[in-house]
C-alpha cells in the first residue's frame, strides 16, 4: 500500500470555475477526512466520512462545498463557483478507525486567480 | 471550543542541540493527541500519537509526553540534525457532540543549523 493519494497535486483556475479534487486513502481505513490549509496556519478540519456516510461538517464548509464518498473507497471535494478566498492546500487523510493515527496525502494546491 | 497553542512560533538551533516544542490545548477532554511534521508544501507525517490514557510515546530520537489534566503535551527531539528542520504540528482529538473533531495548533517551525 503506498499510502493516502491526492489528485491533482496543483489546480489553478479562474474566479467562478468549479474545481474537483480526488483523494484515495490507505485501503481497509474506514475514516476519511478533509482539511484546509492556508500559509502559515495549520489544517482546518472541513469534513469527514466514516465509510460512505459523511458525519459532521464544519462551519467551513459552505453551500458551495460538497464532499462525497460514495462506496466507501476514494473521496472527492468539490468547490462550485470558486472565489479567491478559497486559494489554499486542501488535505486528505484517513485512519483505520476513529481515534488511530491519521494518516496525510500530498495535498492539493489550489490557486484561484 | 477545543483552542491548541504551540510555542514558540519558531525556533533555530544549532546541530545536536536537543530542543523541547510545547503544545497547550483547552479542553481536556480528547482522545487522543498526534505530533506532525510538514516540510514546506508537503503533507503532513504523523511522528506520535499519544492516547489519552498513556502519558508518553517514544520513537527513535523523539519523545512526546502528555498531561491532559493541565492540557500540555511536549514533544522532545534528542541530538538535532539539519534533515529535522521543518514544521511541527500538534493535533488534539476530542468530543465535540458525539464526533471525534481534531483541532491543529498554527505549529512551530524548526530550523537546526548545521
Known amino acids: 500500500d503506498t499510502g493516502v493519494s491526492q489528485n491533482p497535486r496543483h489546480k489553478i483556475t479562474k474566479r467562478g470555475q468549479n474545481v474537483t479534487f480526488r483523494c484515495d486513502p490507505i485501503?481497509?481505513?474506514?475514516?476519511l477526512y478533509w482539511y484546509r490549509q492556508t500559509l502559515g496556519q495549520g489544517p482546518e478540519f472541513l469534513t469527514y466520512?466514516?465509510?460512505?456516510?459523511?458525519?459532521?461538517k464544519s462551519r467551513l464548509l459552505s453551500d458551495r462545498f460538497s464532499a462525497e464518498r460514495p462506496k466507501g473507497s476514494f473521496s472527492t471535494l468539490e468547490i462550485q463557483r470558486t472565489e479567491q478566498g478559497d486559494s489554499a492546500m486542501y488535505l486528505c487523510a484517513s485512519s483505520l478507525d476513529g481515534v488511530g493515527t491519521q494518516y496525510f496525502g500530498p495535498g492539493t494546491r489550489l490557486t484561484v486567480l | 471550543k477545543q483552542e491548541v497553542t504551540q510555542i514558540p512560533a519558531a525556533l533555530s538551533v544549532p546541530e545536536g542541540e536537543n530542543l523541547v516544542l510545547n503544545c497547550s490545548f483547552t479542553?481536556?477532554?480528547?482522545?487522543?493527541l498526534q505530533w506532525f511534521r510538514q516540510d514546506p508544501g508537503k503533507g503532513l507525517t504523523s511522528l506520535l500519537l499519544i492516547q489519552s490514557s498513556q502519558r508518553e510515546q517514544t520513537s527513535g530520537r523523539l519523545n512526546a509526553s502528555l498531561d491532559k489534566s493541565s492540557g500540555r503535551s511536549t514533544l522532545y527531539i534528542a541530538a538535532s540534525q539539519p534533515g529535522d528542520s521543518a514544521t511541527y504540528l500538534c493535533a488534539v482529538q476530542g468530543d465535540s457532540g458525539g464526533y471525534q473533531k481534531v483541532t491543529f495548533g498554527t505549529g512551530t517551525k524548526l530550523q537546526v543549523i548545521p
Open positions: 485501503s481497509e481505513h474506514n475514516r
Open positions: 479542553d481536556s477532554a480528547i482522545y487522543n
Open positions: 466520512f466514516q465509510n460512505e456516510a459523511q458525519l459532521e
